[in-house]
């Protein structure tokens, strides 16, 4: 469902930035894909998938500054060692 929506998205866009069917077409398109996202099962999936972010960002960071520190742990010794020969 993702990728059928992100093609559409990108093919809408595509269209919009390419075509040479004037002013008009392009105000048919915008009202059109504006009706689409104010729509309420649109809107709905939107507050869901922020929802989603906002409970996973925490997790997220805890997780990447777990593993940058364990980067740095593993990659400290040898960058010190071989910066201090130069």
């Known amino acids: 469902m993702r990728g ?9 866009l595509g269209y919009v930035l390419g075509a ?3 002013r008009a077409r392009y105000e048919q398109i915008r009202s059109a894909t ?3 996202w104010n729509s309420d099962g649109v809107q709905k999936q939107v507050h869901t998938v922020e929802d989603f972010i906002a409970d996973r960002t ?3 960071a805890d997780f990447i500054g777990e593993t940058t520190k364990k980067v740095v ?3 400290g010794p040898k960058g010190s060692s071989s910066s201090s020969q130069s």
């Open 73 to 75: 742990r593993k990659a």
């Open 20 to 22: 040479r069917a004037g």
């Open 34 to 36: 504006t009706r689409v």
């Open 4 to 12: 059928r929506l992100i093609f559409l998205t990108g093919a809408a």
């Open 58 to 60: 925490p997790d997220v």
